[in-house]
């Protein structure tokens, strides 16, 4: 009864002093708004960078010539590498017994696809594939058929389309047998992929690939290629890893005792390092809150000092007819807790809105971050009594006859 007595005598007092009070949880929501906002981006963004992460597959890890992520500097001292082979990978499949698939892939950038009076962006990936490389990335085939080895040994001049090139080309046509240009290439339209959506806007769906004996007929074997290794099971992926580094570095002839030429890579790393990447952000976010914190909570004090100042005659009655100290103590804690409160979950509302709005612009999932609105919330309430037992303190100590005497 004493909790919700004072709850309501210090709503009755924030209403009574509107701008007061308006002024005072301005603070409280500019700071809780603050980490909130940022840590729902963020939330948003990597909710969905870890599902694409998480595509390569829990089985699988890739080996390539650069680590996943680089600086300029790390750049130049990987750049000197020598280029993973097509030839060096055939071998590995061959000397290795534990992968279940070597997935073989190159790439080129900033391809035109064209067919008849059509033509796509100069944006489109060309990707040159082995068999297991549809395997292993899961790449479904939602019209038409994949690749075969019929078309890997003989060179077959087919390509299987991504969704957005295909419904850039093919508006009111069915794509299936028909002929496509990309670059010197005439290619006949074997299948269409299942759409794979976007990530922080980025279309995951603008590409071709072709059979990798047709890349390598038209673009040579002058770039580096890529290894996605399936591992039996989660259990053993380790164990395949392990294989996998010995039998390269036997086939690059890397020297014992000297280090790899070649990147292993996860997609437990890969969100390792976006997590590494994000940690600045909400460090930052963390330090400004604080700031606005301690601010506002600077403003609570001082405002429930002038309250106290203000209601010294109705504090002096209070206590001439009963009141106790803890009561009026409570009475004044209670209104910087619920001062703080409001605020709080003002910001915390403001905050959550305008995390999502920046995901959906970004074009990632919404989220509702439970976890940092408990703390949210969590720190308001601290925040209020840390700032509001001096003056609740100062109010339950005033001499009940001075109080009554004074003006």
Same mark, same amino acid.
């Given at each position: ?5 004072? #709850?309501? &005598? ?118 040159? &594939? ?45 794509? #299936? ?65 392990? /294989? ?7 086939? @690059? ?75 009026? @103590?409570?009475?004044?804690?209670? /209104? ?9 979950? #003002? ?23 439970? /976890? ?28 009940? #006859? ?6």
């Amino acid at each position: 009864m004493l909790v919700l007595e004072s #709850i309501k &005598m210090a709503l009755n007092s924030l209403v009574k002093n509107k701008l007061r009070s308006i002024l005072t949880l301005l603070g409280i929501a500019i700071g809780l708004f603050s980490i909130i906002i940022v840590m729902t981006a963020i939330g948003a963004i990597q909710s969905s960078v870890e599902s694409a992460f998480n595509s390569l597959g829990t089985n699988n890890f890739v080996v390539q010539k650069f680590p996943a992520i680089t600086g300029p500097r790390e750049w130049r001292k990987y750049r000197n590498r020598p280029d993973l082979t097509i030839e060096q990978g055939v071998r590995l499949k061959a000397i290795t017994h534990l992968p279940a698939a070597i997935g073989i892939s190159l790439h080129k950038d900033g391809m035109v696809v064209k067919y008849s009076n059509e033509k796509t962006n100069p944006n489109v990936q060309l990707q040159g &594939m082995n068999l297991d490389e549809l395997r292993v990335n899961d790449l479904v085939v939602a019209q038409g058929r994949g690749f075969t080895q019929q078309d890997e040994n003989y060179t077959n001049m087919v390509c299987i389309l991504g969704s957005d090139v295909a419904d850039k080309l093919f508006k009111n046509i069915y794509p #299936i047998g028909q002929e496509v240009r990309v670059d010197l290439m005439n290619l006949k339209v074997i299948g269409v992929y299942e759409k794979r959506g976007s990530v922080l806007g980025a279309g995951q769906d603008n590409f071709v690939t072709i059979p990798l004996s047709v890349f390598k007929k038209y673009y040579g074997d002058r770039r580096s290629a890529g290894y996605t290794v399936m591992a039996p099971d989660k259990s053993k992926i380790s164990e395949t890893m392990d /294989e996998v580094i010995g039998a390269l570095r036997k086939i @690059r002839k890397i020297p014992p005792g000297k280090e790899n030429d070649f990147e292993i890579v996860t997609n437990d790393q890969l969100v390792a390092q976006f997590n590494d990447i994000t940690k600045y952000f909400r460090l930052g976010a963390a330090v400004v809150a604080f700031i606005a914190l301690v601010a506002a909570g600077v403003g609570i004090m001082n405002i429930m000092l002038v309250s106290v100042t203000e209601r010294t005659r109705e504090i002096g009655i209070r206590k001439a007819i009963g009141a106790r100290k803890i009561m009026i @103590r409570a009475q004044f804690l209670m /209104e910087a807790i619920v001062l703080s409160q409001i605020g709080g979950l #003002i910001g915390i509302i403001l905050g959550v809105i305008g995390g999502n709005i920046i995901a959906v612009v970004l074009h990632v999932s919404a989220i509702l971050p439970v /976890e940092w609105i408990i703390i949210g919330v969590t720190v308001t309430t601290f925040v209020g009594i840390l700032f509001g037992v001096y003056p609740a303190v100062k109010a339950s100590n005033l001499d009940p #006859i001075e109080a009554l005497r004074y003006e």
